[in-house]
């Protein structure tokens, strides 16, 4: 297997790279997480995004509990080698383990946090 | 001044936050860097992104030498409160330093990272 493309990216001292998730349908970024080696080659070979849970330091496939997986449809990497950019199809419709469609949805206003997006789905029936 | 806000973030050791850059008006994801807690106060007192270079260990004022600034349109933070995600009108329209519109022109391609995107302006010209 050619692995060029996985040497060209340069890895944290923790082999991992930054990652973005961005839903391709509406351009909405979705999450931001981290991905090794491995689940990046993984995420390439099995066509969804899986990432490295650094506080769990193992494999983190995306949707595995939740259902809510992500279709990669675009692999993008940016101009020092060093972030990716995935754009994907959000199953579901949700990214967020709180239930709401991305991960995004505190806005600043005025000096305070301000939630904005709803809850699409209560996270006690995502993750029972 | 209220700082409840710039408390509510979970800073890394290193005093930072990732801090993704969207174009407004497109959805784009232009460019990933990491601002400090001065940063981001600043970039928020005076509506235009000011990133934390690592490299340089200094303020970063975006487009001080290219005149690529980025206007604030609006500021999110997410579910852990550990990644900002700043939507913005990039002046000039190229928001990366090889000329290009964004810094993600390179997409994965049969196991190849493949230059996708236009370089708009020649470098040496921005910064001259």
């Known amino acids: 297997m050619n692995t060029n493309w996985l040497d060209k990216i340069k ?10 998730a961005q839903e391709d349908a509406t351009g909405k970024v979705l999450m931001f997480a981290w991905m090794s080696r491995e689940s ?3 995420t390439v070979k099995e066509g969804k995004a899986i990432y490295w849970s ?3 330091q193992k494999l983190w496939r995306k949707g595995d ?3 809510h997986s992500q279709i990669i449809k675009e692999i ?10 995935i754009k994907v199809e959000q199953i579901g419709g949700i990214a967020c383990h ?9 806005r600043l ?5 301000v939630n904005i ?10 993750y029972s």
Chains 1, 2 share one sequence.
């Open 54 to 56: 650094r506080s769990r």
């Open 11 to 20: 890895w944290t001292e923790d082999g991992l790279v930054p990652t973005i």
């Open 98 to 106: 709180t239930g709401r469609h991305n991960c995004f949805f505190q």
């Open 117 to 126: 997006d709803p809850v699409l789905k209560d996270p006690a029936d995502i």
């Open 76 to 85: 993008r990497l940016d101009c020092d080698n060093d972030v990716i950019l």
């Open 40 to 42: 990046l080659a993984l």
């Open 109 to 113: 206003e005025d000096g305070n946090w």
């Open 65 to 67: 509990e939740s259902g």
